[in-house]
């Protein structure tokens, strides 16, 4: 049995890009694997996992084979009616064969397959250790690797990520030889570049995570992660809060430090009369820092964290405030200079942004959504008034210069605006509340996974919002295709799915889409006149091809919902409400039964070449399976009819599964094409019957695809 070592590999490097550093830690650690294993040589992760600094990369193995296993290979050469002549001696063919193998030709062995006989050349090798092959592992894994913007350095030919300056490859307590970007192998690595800026000796790759951690670095990535955390919530409390950690936050912070340091820190508390989103980008965005919240709100306190244990905390505590003094002292008077201007005065400059060249400017955009919001909101109990009120608020805060500073504060500083702002002083203090809340949230969801607004208001918004840019996008020609979707016309559509189905709003979506298509039609589309309008039901199309992933995740199938989406419903509420209940309905015993009788029901009807009668006549069911079925079908009929009407969908599929003994029945014993041009119809237009209810829910011959 080969003997196992365990393997550890370091790069040593400048700073890696904070961003690429993961990435880059886990190619290395793939590449190596994948290296080894493309070799043959065995190895024994265990619990092993990239391991990684801003100036280190490393893989650490508990267990590597120390030599190959036997390379055994197999050359197939000619066919015996080639490789010998009428005598039996060897033709040039079978000499150059052998030739190239290295030996004789009468010590080739022979083989058989579907063509004949022929020779063929096998041979057993011993592997190779190791050791010899580490240094072409290594290498392959680091061409592999997905380099940002590889660096060259010095007068060298090579790049890398960032300037490589010492590497450590062990297996086992001995020395693998290798060269790599100039640099010779050896079991040196290096310290903290301020705490203990000194070589450090490995003695054996199981002493590696230890001795890094006497010389003040943590290689361990999830270990410096806890660490931080730790030392974030610990600061947080001690200041009387509770810290904002964001996992992007923690992870680029996770990348910038090797010993992690948490340090209290704090800001003039006359900073928090300015909108606290704009203080949390700017600590989070710009600096790094872990803002600090007492109740939702945000205190004076922050937390940084440094690469360094500090003799004076304090001191560095001053840096980081100085650090982030003038950007809030900017975000003040934005917003003061903002207040004086006013939500309203701030609008009337929309007039003078181009929205798109065919589409017009923001403020007729704006115009647009208003007026689809005041068709929407008296049909989801919102007043219409305040709907197309704040609707033609809902861009005035891209003029203001918070935004102009911090775009990604769009919506959120148009709240702050609105309840201050003196235009709209002839608002209740609920209705100024409800506005101004909707101009944040008609925003929402901003991201995969954001929450949909959670007002009536702001739902209102958001759906108008959404409407008036996919019509707009389609009628300007700005479909996406491929990776290029410059509105995002695919995160709006899916937007405006998940509002209306989360909303539980039960909205005609075709009768929305026409009325948007309508209101981009009446304005021009560019210098020649040219027109593109929307087509609906391409929209609609869009708009339902977005949900396939969305229930995807919900566990919905793709049989599932492509049964649903054959009825194109008008009401993405009421597809939703459909799709659950043909899940459950899918997991009936009868389902997948009924589904391919549907499925040929559909069939037999498609290719029927006579006419098919309204209704039954009861007088020409002859056989009894045809006499039980049509039974059957009248009181599913009856027994789904209150269902459907009520939206109660399960319970019609329920009813509808028990159709099955009959269906099963009427197949077996009754000839659907009968000789009877009279019993053919009626056969006929029972199953018509029968398929109408079956697909009344979806489209379940779907499910047996």
Known sequence: MTASLPLLIELGTEELPVKALPGLAQALFDGVLAALDKRGVAVDRGEAKPLYTPRRLAVLLPGVATEQPEQRSEVLGPYLN???????????ALQGFAAKAGIEWTALEKTRDAKGERFVHRAVTPGATTAALLPDVLREAIAAMPIPKPMRWGAHAYAFARPVHWLVLLHGEGVVDAE?????????????????????????????????????????????????????????????????????????????????????????????AVPQEALIATMEANQKFFPVLRDGR???????????????????????ERVIRP????????????????????????KTVTYQAKLGSVADKATRVAALAEIIAPQVGVDATLAKRAALLSKADLQSRMVNEFPELQGIAGRYYAKHDVALA???????????????E????????????????????????????????????????????????????????????ESGFDLDLQALLASAIDRVGALPTGKDGASAFADRGELYDFILDRLKGYYADKGATVQQFNAVAALR???????????????????????????????????????????????????????????ALAEAVEVVHAETGHALAHGDYVSALTHLARLRPQVDAFFDGVMVNAD?????????????????????????????S
């Not at 002839?426 to 944040?440: F, H, K, P």
């Not at 993405?572 to 309905?585: E, M, Q, V």
């Not at 549907?598 to 045809?626: C, Q, S, Y």
Request: proline share 4%; charged share 30%.
């Open 442 to 501: 008609a925003w929402q969801p901003r991201f995969a996974g954001d929450d949909i607004a959670l007002s009536p208001l702001g739902k209102v918004l958001a759906i108008a919002e959404r409407l008036d840019t996919l019509a707009g996008g389609f009628a300007a020609g700005l479909k996406p295709t491929g990776n290029k979707d410059a509105f995002a016309l695919r995160r709006n559509a899916l937007g405006l799915a998940r509002t209306l189905i």
């Open 676 to 704: 009877d041009p009279d019993l053919r119809r009626n056969r006929l237009a029972l199953l018509e019957q029968l398929a109408e209810r079956l697909g009344s829910v979806a489209a379940i011959e779907h499910l047996s």
């Open 569 to 627: 419903p008008k009401s993405l509420y009421d597809l939703d409400r459909r799709i659950d209940a043909i899940g459950t309905f899918a997991a009936l015993p009868e389902a997948a039964a009924l589904a391919a009788a549907d499925k040929r029901i559909r069939n037999i009807l498609r290719k029927a070449d006579i006419e098919i009668p309204a209704t039954v006549d009861p007088a020409l069911l002859r056989e009894p399976a045809e006499a």
């Open 82 to 92: 080639i490789a010998l002549d009428a005598d039996g001696n060897p033709t040039k």
């Open 327 to 350: 950007r809030f002292a900017d975000a003040k008077f934005f917003f003061d200079e903002d207040l004086k201007q006013g939500l309203s005065a701030m609008n009337d400059g929309l």
């Open 180 to 272: 790599l970007f100039g640099v010779r192998s050896g079991r040196t690595s290096r310290g903290h570049r301020f705490m203990h800026d000194r070589a450090v000796e490995i003695a054996a790759p199981g002493d590696y995570v230890d001795a890094m951690r006497g010389a003040k670095v943590l290689v361990d990535a999830d270990a410096r992660r806890a660490a931080i955390v730790t030392a974030v919530e610990g600061a947080a409390r001690h200041a009387g809060g509770d810290a904002r950690i964001e996992s992007d936050n923690l992870e680029q912070v996770n990348c910038l430090v090797e010993w992690p340091s948490a340090i209290a820190c704090a800001f003039e508390a006359e900073f928090l």
């Open 298 to 320: 945000l205190t004076e306190h922050f937390i940084a964290i440094a690469n360094i244990e500090s003799k004076d905390p304090a001191e560095v505590a001053k840096g980081y």
């Open 426 to 440: 002839g608002l209740s203090d609920d209705e100024r509340t409800s506005l101004a809340n909707a101009l944040d």
